[in-house]
């Protein structure tokens, strides 16, 4: 029991500091799998589990669009005042910047790179 509190603690301190994107990913990810579970459970071989990892899958992954979005937009613009300027990365041979809000790095087209 100890140990579940301190993962909800953890998680509850994390959102806090993330931007919307990551709060969007983590968010969504864990009522994505909440709901995977309750659906996989109910319904065929009544597996949770895989469930589980299928809605969290897809929560995180619609989490952290919406969240994207609510910040005006994903992909890199000069003109967003959080994202740094560009940055080449030689071995991905692409362009990444900061965002100053979450301190997370994104590919040019908004997708996650790092945090």
């Known amino acids: 029991m100890i140990s579940k509190a301190f993962a909800v603690s ?3 301190l994390g959102l806090t500091a993330c931007g919307a994107t990551t709060q969007g990913a983590i968010t969504g990810g864990a009522l994505g ?3 995977g579970a309750i659906i996989g459970n109910n319904t ?9 990892i299928i809605g969290g ?6 989490g952290a669009y919406a969240g994207c979005r609510s910040q005006g937009g994903c992909a890199w613009n000069q ?6 300027r560009l940055y080449y990365d ?7 910047y ?3 809000r979450d ?13």
């Open 79 to 84: 003109n967003n005042p959080s994202h740094s």
């Open 103 to 115: 301190g997370c790095t994104y590919w040019r087209d908004g997708e996650y790179r790092a945090c």
């Open 98 to 100: 900061v965002d100053e």
């Open 57 to 62: 899958v897809i929560g995180a992954a619609g």
């Open 90 to 96: 030689e071995r991905a041979r692409r362009e990444y």
């Open 10 to 12: 953890v998680l509850a």
């Open 33 to 35: 799998a909440a709901a």
């Open 44 to 52: 065929g071989s009544g597996d949770a589990e895989t469930g589980a």
